[in-house]
């Protein structure tokens, strides 16, 4: 049994560097090696689609699909089971075998069928084999690799909803591939990069196509975040289409129906928020769901990331769904592309809710790209009039540290003739404040989940249009805030836009090495954050 592992993945990796024996999300050694055997093995799936796409053949849906599931479980605080990761290895191994009797190719190496093997595998695999002879190509790959777990995550998504682009499918596989390429050089590997970040927006807007088309565009929602009487079910995460489907079960059952953490912006859908009992939001950022989850008289149903080990105070009314899973959890899995959520309703009416009502308090959602931008004609006036003088996007994602409290800073002290455009769930650290407004406009617009990263790279493509400038000309500036995969998918998208002087924290990753980051503040101008006042002098300095 694994005493030891490394991964560096996320924000919180251990001391900068690395968590070596337990994660500090508490992904345990065992998961982690199960976690690295299973993208060792979808690195071997890619390498016989690639064979396979070459020959102008297909591979086969529900192996695009699954590849999607399988990196999406390895993003930080998704999947802490190791049953489910066996399953998925297993099912990688199967659609490894499929294509070999589907196209004829050579039979693979080491298809571990039992658990047995499995583990015995995850034992030994490596899946940085370059970590020593060559520090910058593996930080690049490791860098394509986060990526494209990000990418996963959007892609699942979309495809939940019906949309999938061949071409963004058959990146994984190429994507995934080239992480084995020992030949490749770095320019090779940052070429991809930026490839990889164009076919990023691709799928992020893809992901908008979907939500949109599916619920409608988000509106000017003032949402409830205060607490309502009677059962209850909180719904976190970012799939929205789970979320729709529960509120058809609970309708007409007596039961409310609040958001946590990403899945707030849901509220402000016109095809979700017409279902009354979808009341309002819960709570504030992932890492605060142990104490906002202790002894809450409701049930809770984890869609997505970001799940913290749950308390023995709530461990018998949190349950997972789609590739969210935690040992002992209770798992509403999908059958026949349909999830019964009974059991979630049952917790919620045993637990009987809360008993009273707490003083009604709404903050205002819902400024997606088509809500800001039904304001263009007042904004871009009022930055001609002198009215707003910078636009600010403070997003990103959420964490523990302490040092995020920059991020309250800077929104705070941003001047009063400038528009803060925000998302993703960093941005429960000051969304519950009053902004004022600007030119007649809240100052302060939530444009969404971080899955609505598209919206935001619309808005400030349309402003540059607008000016007939680039976006690196517009008074914009992006101070984000990283901690998971998606992050790392999101900026390389706007690197492969050209979008410079981003300002990068709450500090930078530990996959990057000393000269990826040397490359990437030369290139692209990309700054960590030092502190709100020093920033924002920095940033607003007189042209
Ligand atoms: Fe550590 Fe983050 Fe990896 Fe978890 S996902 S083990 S916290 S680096
Ligand atoms: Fe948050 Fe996990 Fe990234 Fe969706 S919920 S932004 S961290």
Same mark, same amino acid.
């Given at each position: ?34 976690? @690295? ?23 086969? *849906? ?21 049953? @489910? ?113 164009? %076919? ?25 975040? *205060? ?96 590739? %969210? ?48 931008? *039904? ?22 994602? @959420? ?138 002098? @920095? ?5």
């Amino acid at each position: 049994m694994e005493t030891s592992m490394f991964c560096y993945q996320c924000e919180q990796a251990l001391h900068g560097t690395g968590c070596v024996r337990v994660g500090v999300c508490g992904k345990d050694p065992q998961v982690a090696a199960l976690q @690295d055997l299973l993208v060792y093995e979808l690195e071997g799936l890619a390498l016989q689609a690639v064979a396979v796409l070459d020959r102008g053949e297909t591979i086969p *849906s529900d192996i695009d699909r699954l590849v999607m599931e399988a990196l999406f479980a390895t993003l930080t605080n998704v999947n802490f089971d190791g049953a @489910d990761i066996i399953d998925l290895i297993q099912d990688v191994t199967a659609a490894r075998r499929t294509l070999r009797e589907m196209y004829g190719l050579h039979p693979a190496a080491d298809l571990h069928t039992n658990e047995e093997a499995i583990r015995a595998a995850a034992a030994k695999v490596d899946i940085r084999p370059q970590a020593e002879t060559a520090v910058d190509i593996q930080s690049l790959k490791d860098t394509l690799l986060y990526g494209l777990k990000g990418m996963a995550a959007y892609a699942y998504h979309a495809a939940v909803l019906g949309l999938q682009d061949p071409e963004v499918n058959h990146f994984f596989y190429r994507g995934l591939a080239a992480l084995t390429d020992r030949t490749l050089q770095l320019n090779d590997v940052l070429d991809l990069m930026m490839a990889f970040g164009q %076919v990023n927006l691709k799928v992020m807007a893809l992901l908008d196509q979907a939500n949109t088309g599916t619920y409608g565009h988000p509106e000017p929602t003032h949402a409830l975040v *205060s607490k309502r009487k009677g059962p209850f079910i909180v719904v976190s995460g970012h799939d929205l289409h789970d979320l729709k489907e529960l509120l058809e079960q609970t309708a007409g059952k007596g039961i409310n129906v609040y958001t946590h953490g990403e899945m707030l912006p849901a509220l402000a859908y016109p095809g979700l928020k017409k279902y009354p009992h979808l009341i309002g939001n819960y709570g504030t950022a992932w890492h605060n769901q142990q104490h906002e989850f202790d002894s809450l008289p409701g049930a809770i149903l984890m869609t997505t990331n970001c799940l913290m080990k749950p308390r023995p105070s709530y461990q018998d009314r949190i349950f997972s769904t789609g590739v %969210v899973g935690y040992p002992g959890m209770t798992h509403i899995p999908s059958r026949g592309g349909k999830k019964d959520f009974t059991p979630v309703i049952q917790k919620a009416l045993e637990l009987g809710g809360w008993t009273e009502d707490e003083p009604e308090k709404r903050i205002l959602i819902g400024f997606g790209r088509s809500a800001t931008l *039904s304001h263009a004609e007042e904004i871009i006036n009022a930055v001609k009039t002198g009215q707003i003088k910078h636009f600010f996007l403070v997003g990103g994602c @959420d964490g523990a540290k302490s040092s995020r409290s920059y991020y309250t800073e800077f929104a705070e002290k941003t001047p009063p003739d400038s528009v803060i455009l925000t998302l993703a769930c960093g941005k429960f650290r000051f969304n519950d404040r009053d902004f004022g407004t600007v030119a007649g406009l809240p100052r302060l617009l939530d444009v969404g989940q971080c899955n609505d990263a598209y919206s935001a790279i619309q808005i400030a493509l349309a402003l540059a249009e607008a000016f007939n400038c680039g976006v690196n000309d517009l008074p914009l500036t992006l101070v984000l805030s990283w901690y998971e995969q998606k992050a790392v998918c999101i900026l390389l998208t706007l690197l492969s836009l050209g979008i410079k002087n981003i300002y990068l924290g709450p500090s930078l990753p530990a996959f990057l090495s000393p000269n990826v980051v040397q490359y990437l503040v030369e290139q692209f101008g990309i700054r960590p954050i030092t502190s709100a006042e020093k920033d924002l002098a @920095d940033i607003l300095v007189p042209a």
